[in-house]
Every structure is written in C-alpha cells, then in structure tokens.
C-alpha cells in the first residue's frame, strides 16, 4: 500500500500484477489504538472474509447482514462492502502488540461506497478500495500474504510469518 499515492498494488518481484486506488485513514498514518490512523509497516492478512458474497453486500461485525448496499442508501456512512482483508502486523512493538496492535485495531482492507474519496486520505483506519477493486484483489491474495503500508515502498522484505 502505497500511502503517499493512495494506491494499492500487488507485486511479485519487481513487478506489479494488479493495482487500484485506495483510500487510508483521514488521520493520517501511525499504529496506537483509537489514534483512527492507518498502521504503517509489514502485516499479513491474517483472515479472508466474504468470498462467495455480492460486491455491495454490507458486512458488519465482519458477518453479511444479508442486504447488499445501493446508491439509496447514502455514500455518507463508512459502509464495509464486499470483502475483508484483515490484517495482523508483523513487527512487534511497532504494529504488532500492546497498544500497536493492528489485529485488534480491526484494520481491513475492504471495499467502500464513497467512490469519490478514493485516492484521498478518507477512511478511519482502514484501506477502502471499489467493491470490485476489493473482491478481484481478494481473489489474488491468500491468507498469509505480506502486505507493506508506508509513504514509499519498502527498503526491506518482510519479516518472517507470525508464530
């Protein structure tokens, strides 16, 4: 996730397969719990949640409420569409533990109604993507999967899988 640009990609090597805009948190980046900032550094999505739903469907304490969301239903709200990436951080002290944790901090990468605010500085925390952007992104990335966020592209790869 690159920050600066409001832009996830997914990249094997030096090459990017897939990439869409995104939208991180209105309060900027940092990793301390209620801070409503996206969590910087390495994590891996740790749960996948949502395959098989509808794009729109509205989920809720990560569960389908069994409606999908139209337009009648504003572009106000921070709707969680489609899919869930939840991420776990992967360097403790920085965004794994106490009150760094990213797991417990419940940050996703999900889709979003506010289209209009994609590549801007939006979210409460979380990585907002498209309803479609999100479910072919999650078609592409299995549980465990490292995951960077930061203003540049990482210096160094990540650290090992969480035990």
């Known amino acids: 996730m690159d920050a600066r640009r409001q832009r996830v990609e997914l990249r094997c090597g030096g090459t990017t397969l897939w990439w869409g805009p995104a939208s991180t948190a209105r309060a900027g980046l940092g990793e301390v719990r209620d ?22 469907a509205i989920l809720r304490g990560r569960r389908w409420t069994g409606r999908c969301w139209s337009a009648a239903d504003g572009t106000d709200a921070d709707w ?4 869930i990436l939840w991420l776990s951080g992967l360097e403790p002290g920085r965004n794994r533990g106490g009150v760094v944790d990213t ?10 109604a ?3 605010k994609l590549g801007t500085a939006a ?3 979380c990585v907002r993507l498209a309803p479609e952007d999100i479910c072919a992104l999650f078609d592409l990335c299995p549980a465990g999967l490292p995951v960077y966020i930061g203003l540049a592209p990482p ?5 090992p899988r969480r035990t």
């Open 35 to 56: 801070s409503a900032c996206t969590p910087r550094g390495w994590h891996e999505v740790r749960a996948r949640i949502g395959a098989g739903l509808p794009a729109t």
């Open 114 to 116: 506010q289209r209009q």
């Open 123 to 125: 979210s409460a925390g």
């Open 103 to 112: 797991f417990r901090r419940y940050i996703y990468l999900h889709g979003t």
């Open 155 to 159: 210096s160094s790869p990540p650290p």
């Open 80 to 83: 969680i569409l489609g899919r």
